[in-house]
T-cell receptor, first 113, second 111 residues
Framework: QKEVEQDPGPLSVPEGAIVSLNCTYS??????FMWYRQYSRKGPELLMY????GNKEDGRFTAQVDKSSKYISLFIRDSQPSDSATYLC?????????????FGSGTRLQVQP | NAGVTQTPKFRVLKTGQSMTLLCAQD?????MYWYRQDPGMGLRLIHY???????AKGEVPDGYNVSRLKKQNFLLGLESAAPSQTSVYFC??????????FGEGSRLTVL
């Protein structure tokens, strides 16, 4: 079983829809949670970063972490065609930071105009 | 500011050939990483380095070697390429607990 599970999609929604992307994980030591966005044929870029449980909002994006359920979510409000990309969740334990992140397999999102 | 630069961007190899992928970063980052990305598998860590002259194995190191002779460069070598190494390779770097910055990827096909 993978440490981080993510539905690969593809997820297709109309423009303006609310999108929910999710990951589950098994390692209770994970404390830092991130969402990366990856456009086709590009490298991933950091979108959201949260520590421990709770919510974080940045414009149209909200990241949620529920450590008791080992479940994280990314919500996109008023989705735009420019949001079409693959979204990767990533996480790591609390340490010096030298170890790399553990990534989910990514969810491909298509926002139809 | 170039960030993380990978060369080459594309390469086709025959089974048994060798090659080296170069990663260069201009952000003075201590930590550098090589990942491979395959459909349905996400990003898997091959090797990483926490400073000049140091390297360590990641999740899928077999068939690869790395070197970090200069702080700004991290090289990934394939000694004898196999079709299973067909993938997109990403280099990334960061400092401390900061954000991980990725290059644009190197697409390798092994025939």
């Amino acid at each position: 079983q993978k440490e981080v599970e993510q539905d690969p999609g593809p997820l297709s929604v109309p423009e303006g829809a609310i999108v929910s992307l999710n990951c589950t994980y098994s390692n209770s030591a994970f404390q830092y949670f991130m969402w990366y966005r990856q456009y086709s044929r590009k490298g991933p870029e950091l979108l959201m970063y949260t520590y421990s449980s709770g919510n974080k909002e940045d414009g149209r994006f909200t990241a949620q972490v529920d450590k008791s359920s080992k479940y994280i979510s990314l919500f996109i409000r008023d989705s735009q065609p420019s949001d079409s990309a693959t979204y990767l969740c990533a996480m790591r334990a609390m340490d010096t930071g030298r170890r790399a992140l553990t990534f989910g397999s990514g969810t491909r999102l298509q926002v139809q105009p | 500011n170039a960030g993380v630069t990978q060369t080459p961007k594309f390469r086709v190899l025959k089974t048994g050939q060798s090659m080296t992928l170069l990663c260069a970063q201009d952000m003075n980052h201590e930590y550098m990483y090589w990942y491979r990305q395959d459909p349905g598998m996400g990003l898997r860590l091959i090797h990483y380095s926490v400073g000049e002259g140091t390297t360590a194995k990641g999740e899928v190191p077999d068939g690869y070697n790395v070197s970090r002779l200069k702080k700004q460069n991290f090289l990934l070598g394939l000694e004898s390429a196999a079709p299973s190494q067909t993938s997109v390779y990403f280099c990334a770097s960061k400092v401390g607990t900061g954000e991980l910055f990725f290059g644009e990827g190197s697409r390798l096909t092994v025939l």
